[in-house]
């Protein structure tokens, strides 16, 4: 059984930053890739960044690439995400995901490649 507890959300002006972290219990997270994901009001809950099991891999969606990064430091089961330039339309709660395998690839924007989720951290980003 994997545990998964987000934190760090919060209300931030746009054009400013956030780093969301995640943290993982159970002895598997090393060998499972972990992803973010993001619902926002009235929205389908849509893939945000993934990463490899050992980190050396990264996928992001198309509307984050060059302002958010995904990292993970697998000593203290923890993964992060780093978000830059922030935008209102970024306004979602964030949710991270355990995935059942190791690799990063096109399959990391499906949600059900993900068997673990945590319970969500809200980010608000005002204009």
């Known amino acids: 059984q994997v545990q998964l507890v987000e934190s760090g959300g919060g209300l931030v002006m746009a054009g400013g930053s956030l780093r969301l972290s995640c943290a993982s219990s159970g002895r598997t997270f090393s060998s499972r890739a972990m992803g973010w994901f993001r619902q926002a009001p009235r929205k389908e809950r849509e893939f945000v960044a993934a990463?490899?099991?050992?980190?050396?891999?990264?996928y992001y969606a198309d509307s984050v690439k060059g302002r958010f990064t995904i990292s993970r430091d697998n000593a203290k089961n923890t993964v992060y995400l780093q978000m830059n330039s922030l935008k209102p339309e970024d306004t979602a709660v964030y949710y991270c995901?355990?995935?059942?395998?190791?690799?990063?690839?096109?399959?990391?924007?499906?949600?059900?490649?993900?068997?673990?989720w945590g319970q969500g951290t809200q980010v608000t980003v005002s204009s």
């Open positions: 995901a355990a995935d059942r395998g190791f690799y990063t690839g096109v399959s990391s924007t499906d949600q059900h490649s993900y068997n673990y």
């Open positions: 990463i490899s099991g050992n980190g050396g891999s990264t």
